[in-house]
């Protein structure tokens, strides 16, 4: 099975300050690549899919990047909404697999 | 606006067995494939099964090959998870989740319910 990687495990930042989210697979999953976003008690929300397409109403200051093995997420201004913990997928080959997760907290 | 609730959690023991159920609304069941996904606590996230649109397909992670059958009934805008021989390891929160876009491709899920617990402990 693919294994994803995410790093760092933990991103401290500050309020719009800029986040950069790791993911990398063992394999190539060519740009099927999929992140979420949960926050504690929540369900997760799909962010992006196939690398770098928004999900609906998602604002602009999330992009997603990457091909292959080699994947970012970016958030370009950190909301105090934002901070929370962020998953990728992938959806290139069966069994599905997800990262271990990026927490990103309040500095 | 899409609803995926889950019901039927339980603490058990292991060994038993147990029946997950998700009720679906806001879209149409029959369009397409579901799956379910797992949390263990404080924990990440794991794909557990999936059913194509039209019960023709299924998948299973294979940590529950064997043991869980997924199914789904289109008529009553239900899936469900048949879990046996449970395990302590199979201790989580089970979600409910549609995917994004129709038919069996390895999907990205759009809509995720609340999840349901289930504890296996003696």
């Known amino acids: 099975e693919i294994v994803l990687t995410q790093s760092p495990a933990t991103l401290s930042l500050s309020p719009g300050e800029r986040a950069t989210l790791s993911c990398r697979a063992s394999q190539s999953v060519s740009s099927y690549l999929v992140w979420y976003q949960q926050k504690p008690g929540q369900a997760p929300r799909l962010l992006i899919y196939d690398a770098s397409n928004r999900a609906t109403g998602l604002p602009a200051r999330f992009s997603g990047s990457g091909s292959g093995t080699d994947f970012t997420l970016t958030i370009s201004t950190l909301e105090p909404e934002d901070f929370a913990v962020y998953y990728c997928?992938?959806?290139?080959?069966?069994?599905?697999?997800f990262g271990g997760g990026t927490k990103v907290e309040i500095k | 606006e899409v609803q995926l609730v889950e019901s039927g959690g339980d603490l058990v023991q292991p060994g038993r067995s147990l029946r997950l159920s998700c009720a679906a609304s806001?879209?149409?069941?029959?369009?397409?494939?579901m799956h379910w996904v797992r949390q263990a606590p404080g924990k990440g996230l794991e794909w557990v099964s999936g059913i194509s649109w039209n019960s023709g397909i299924a998948g299973y992670a294979d940590s529950v090959k064997g043991r869980f059958t997924i199914s789904r009934d289109n008529a009553k805008n239900s899936l469900y998870l048949q879990m046996n021989s449970l395990r302590a390891e199979d201790t989580a929160l089970y979600y409910c989740?549609?995917?994004?876009?129709?038919?069996?491709?390895?999907?990205?899920?759009?809509?995720w319910g609340q999840g349901t617990l289930v504890t296996v402990s003696a």
């Open positions: 806001g879209f149409t069941l029959d369009d397409y494939a």
């Open positions: 989740a549609k995917v994004l876009t129709t038919g069996w491709d390895a999907p990205a899920f759009d809509h």
């Open positions: 997928q992938q959806r290139s080959n069966w069994p599905l697999t």
